[in-house]
């Protein structure tokens, strides 16, 4: 539980970069409301969100756009469908509230309450990823937006987030990067065919401690991206890894890369196996 609160406090208080993708969403209508801002001053998103973790009793959410309420569908360590959204710089994530009260028609009252007020501008994209981290005791959730343009974050890319007291150092086959705490980094090697690549990430402690987390191979290809989260545990490793995946589902790149099998190419969860001692 503690981890899980100091990774709340990271996720709300981090620098950003983020997510994309198109969809179908579920519409309801609602009321039209009289207090609108002008619509000048709203900005065209494209919003995409995923749990960081399940929580244990998953909330039926909504964004309000004009006078319906749009659906949504965060996935497990995995960007749900895009939702084209014309708002400001703040977005409410709704929890839908059904009352055992009935209506004059007989049916279960409905009402909606903010589940995360979500700030857009942690980045200057308007095609974004949120990550939410829902607080159990509170019923609500914590948000982090990043940049999943395909400009900041492109197919064929690989980032490091760092949730860590520990400066972490990132080598993807030759290529070495550095992610300070609290931060995150782009691997300068952009992957613009199928590879099989060596992955090393090292934790150097305040104290000079140096640990090896991840070294493996895994797959990269130009219709992936890929983001790993380092965080910390209180178990008997002090770091842990998540890994959230990509994978460009258009017909010219979803073909190419169809046979690009690997336990560390799935778009949820997952924990590079260590380097045996």
């Known amino acids: 539980m503690r981890t899980l609160r100091l990774l709340l406090l990271i996720l709300i208080g981090l620098t950003s970069f983020g997510y994309a993708a198109n969809a179908t969403n579920k519409e309801e209508k ?17 919003l995409r969100f995923a749990w960081w973790e399940m929580p244990n009793s998953v909330p039926d959410l909504y964004v309000l756009s004009g006078n319906k309420y749009i659906s949504v569908s965060p996935r497990n360590m995995s960007m749900s469908p895009g939702v084209a959204l014309n708002c400001e ?26 589940y995360s007020s979500i700030n857009l501008t942690q980045t200057e994209s308007r095609d974004v990823g949120i ?5 159990q005791q509170k019923n609500i959730a914590g948000a982090r937006v990043f940049d999943f343009s395909a400009r900041g ?9 760092n949730f860590t007291r520990s400066k972490i150092a990132c080598a993807v086959d030759e290529n070495n990067f550095v992610v300070m705490p609290g931060g995150f980094g782009k691997s300068p090697k952009l992957f613009t065919k199928r590879t099989i690549a060596e992955i090393g990430i090292k934790a150097t402690e305040p104290n000079g401690t140096e640990e090896q987390i991840v070294s493996t191979k895994i797959v990269f290809s130009e219709s992936m991206r890929t983001i790993y989260f380092v965080v910390p545990t209180q178990g008997l490793n002090k770091y842990d890894i998540r890994c959230l995946m990509d994978i460009d589902t258009t017909p010219a790149k979803s073909s190419e890369s169809s046979s690009t099998p690997s336990e560390d190419t799935t778009s949820k969860s997952t924990k590079p196996k260590k380097e045996a001692q």
Request: net charge positive; hydrophobic share 30%.
């Open 30 to 46: 609602v009321p039209t409301q009289n207090n609108k801002k002008a619509a000048k001053e709203e900005k065209k998103y494209n």
């Open 89 to 114: 710089e703040k977005v409410d994530l709704l929890k839908k509230i059904i009352s055992e009260e009935k209506d004059n028609n007989g049916r279960p009252k409905e009402s909606y309450e903010i």
């Open 131 to 135: 990550l939410l981290v829902p607080n």
């Open 153 to 161: 974050f492109p197919y064929g890319s690989f980032i490091a987030v």
